[in-house]
């Protein structure tokens, strides 16, 4: 039976809109405040030994969201990116953009791209940011390049498919953590979390602290991983 481990967290980003609207802010002023709680929380998962963490911040249906604010968060990305890079390249951070970027504003992409480049080499901690990602096209993006790449359909495998994925060479996700209360994985690392221990909170993202990590990761080590074995006692 396998060692219990945490060494990829994944975590959906829920509640930025919610937490200005009960303040009676604009929603940007929820997004502006959930991103910069992006690097706190990454640093702490670093701390705590964790190599991998991978955070949802816009989905394939967020462009269903009014024009204003889908402007708005493109154009956060963009100033988040460039502001943050030196902290990352500091902290050993490597970033990866996962999803299809190739839909984002130019300036978008480009900044996404540069710190991708500046930070390729740093092993700390691998920080993906799920961007225009969905769970679905992910898959149908892995079996056109499968087919592509002239992949005999006999020799598909699991391995296979996992190597096609924006998650090649990484470890699947141990634990998700879901804030703003809502008890759905919303289309996000659906091949991957197939035996990932679900984490929901009522807490919107723009407040979810260090001890809220602890609390999550504290559950996550108090589970019983079986994998569809037994454990024995020991």
């Known amino acids: ?69 889908v402007n708005y968060l493109m154009k956060l990305l963009a100033k988040f990116i460039k502001d943050k890079t030196n902290l990352l390249v500091e902290n050993e951070v490597k970033l990866n953009i996962i999803g299809d970027i190739s839909k984002l504003p130019e300036k978008t992409i480009k ?46 495998n699991e391995e296979y498919i996992s190597n096609y994925l924006y998650t090649a060479n990484m470890p699947d996700p141990d634990l998700l953590i879901r804030t703003g209360g809502d008890l759905r994985i919303s289309n996000f690392l659906i091949y991957q979390m197939a035996y990932t221990e679900y984490y929901f909170t009522d807490i919107l993202w723009p407040d979810f602290s260090k001890k809220d990590l602890d609390d999550a990761v504290d559950a996550f080590f108090g589970r019983d991983r079986r994998y569809g074995g037994i454990n024995e006692p020991s």
Not at 27 to 34: D, L, P, Q
């Open 111 to 156: 900044a996404c791209l540069d710190v991708c480049e500046l930070t390729k080499n740093n092993d700390k901690l691998v920080l993906n940011m799920a961007i225009n990602y969905g769970g679905r096209s992910e898959i149908v993006k892995a079996f056109k390049d499968m087919a592509k790449d002239g992949i005999d359909f006999e020799n598909i």
């Open 1 to 69: 039976m396998k060692e219990k481990e945490l060494n990829h967290l994944a975590i959906i980003l829920d509640g930025n809109g919610r937490w200005a609207q009960k303040r009676n802010l604009p929603r940007s002023m929820g997004h502006k405040e959930g991103s910069e709680n992006v690097v706190d929380i990454a640093l702490y998962a670093k701390e705590k030994g964790i190599k991998y963490l991978t955070l949802y911040a816009f989905s394939t249906e967020n462009w269903k969201r009014p024009k204003i604010e």
